[in-house]
């Protein structure tokens, strides 16, 4: 192997991880709008802690009055991690980023379903909906398979769900919100999933390669 060939070969390997880990982050249409306002110039990893202490301090003052506390955590992790997911999350550690705002969304949800009384199993199924999107997108990537665009523009990114779970507190309707969410999801993941694993050779991975190019152009 030449010189020239392992070092093309070790970009694509560097892009590929880089797609793969926006596609962990599962931003959505907001967060992308922000990336492309920062141009990838936003390192991931330092925005995404910050905003994992101020989500905890915002749910510890008030998770349960409806008020400023339950919008503080959303508009500030958008805020803070939004500009960074354009970033090619080539660091060391940027494979943290992913799990961290996983962390933030699903306790997030979970806190603020609890302390405004949604019951219990619907907190369960949303929360459910959301592991599955994110255990099929992870599986899928590592079988050479790649969920389409729109899948996650139309599931709303851990941004769309986190503001919208927060607007419900905000106007006393949490739990009919869950209940859409879950069900919306639950029918859009799942439908998706099925479909794609159905029409796809799971050998091959044939007609749903990453397109690298593609996806460094973007």
Not at 114 to 132: G, K, Q, W
Not at 142 to 154: D, I, K, M, Y
Not at 175 to 200: D, I, K, N
């Amino acid at each position: 192997m030449t010189a020239a060939t392992a070092t093309e070969a070790a970009e694509l390997r560097a892009q590929k991880r880089a797609a793969e880990l926006r596609a962990y982050r599962d931003d959505g249409p907001i967060a992308r709008a922000l990336g492309q306002l920062a141009r990838g110039q936003l390192p991931p990893l330092a925005p995404v802690l910050v905003a994992a202490v101020l989500t905890v301090v915002a749910l510890s003052l008030g998770a349960g009055i409806g008020e400023l506390p339950a919008l503080l955590a959303p508009v500030s992790l958008l805020l803070l991690a939004g500009p960074s997911a354009t970033h090619p999350h080539g660091g060391r550690l940027d494979w943290l980023v992913p799990p961290l705002i996983r962390a933030i969304e699903y306790g997030y949800l979970a806190v603020l379903g609890f302390a405004l009384d949604v019951p219990e199993p619907l907190v369960y199924t949303l929360l459910a909906v959301l592991v599955y999107h994110h255990y099929d997108t992870v599986y899928r990537t590592r079988q050479g398979l790649w969920p389409p665009e729109w899948v996650f523009q139309a599931g709303l990114g851990w941004d769309g769900r986190m503001l919208i779970a927060a607007i419900a507190a905000v106007f006393d309707v949490t739990t009919p919100v869950y209940a859409a969410l879950a069900l919306y999801l639950g029918v859009l993941f799942g439908w998706e999933s099925v479909r794609t694993w159905v029409e796809t050779d799971k050998r091959t991975g044939k007609g749903a390669e990453i397109d690298l190019e593609e996806e460094a152009g973007a």
